[in-house]
Each structure stands twice: as structure tokens, then as C-alpha cells.
């Protein structure tokens, strides 16, 4: 039964190093962004929510995931409603029990 997944496995190779790469490239451009936000002290709504929306679909990855929690901490003291928005959507996306 093993030998049956081995082939399966190398398939699914290549596919996981794309991710991996996708993750990176995605903490690589939103850092300076989060971080600008941040030091800046920038209180738009639509802008911190771009940042974010964006960030959430690479929150599979650990680094992004610290970058979207940082955001969410800062959003927090701006408009408490929609971080809870965030983090909720976020929970219901990536945090699985399983």
C-alpha cells in the first residue's frame, strides 16, 4: 500500500514547494507593508482592510500569520467591530481542531 502513495507523493511535490514559495513571496511584499502601516500610525479602515484581506489568504503559513496578528493587534485600538470581523473569518478559514 505504501509503494501506491509514493508516486502520489512526488506529484504533490512540486505543488508544495510552489505554496512554499507563494508564502514566502507573500510575508517578503506584505512586511514593509504592515510594518509602514504600523510605524506610520495609519487609521484608514479601507487600507488596513486591503492589507489584511490580503494576508488572509496566506495565513497557512506561520510568518504571514504573525504578520496578519500584528495588524489585527494595531487595527484593534482603531476599529475593535471589524477586527473581530477579521479574526472570526480568520478562524473559520485556517483554525481547524484537527
Known amino acids: 500500500m ?4 509514493k508516486p502520489l507523493i512526488e506529484q504533490i511535490k512540486p505543488l508544495a514547494v510552489q ?13 514593509p507593508e504592515v ?20 494576508l488572509l489568504d496566506f495565513c497557512g503559513d506561520e510568518k504571514v500569520l504573525s504578520l496578519y496578528k500584528k495588524l489585527c493587534r ?6 475593535p467591530e471589524a477586527t473581530a470581523d477579521y ?7 485556517w483554525d481547524h481542531e484537527d
Open 19 to 31: 505554496i512554499q514559495a507563494l508564502n514566502q513571496q507573500a510575508y517578503v511584499s506584505y512586511m
Open 74 to 79: 494595531y487595527y484593534w485600538d482603531i476599529n
Open 35 to 54: 510594518e509602514r502601516l504600523i510605524t506610520y500610525r495609519v487609521r484608514d479602515d479601507k487600507t488596513i482592510q486591503r492589507v489584511l484581506d490580503g
Open 87 to 93: 479574526i472570526n473569518i480568520y478562524r473559520e478559514m
Open 2 to 5: 505504501i509503494d501506491n502513495i
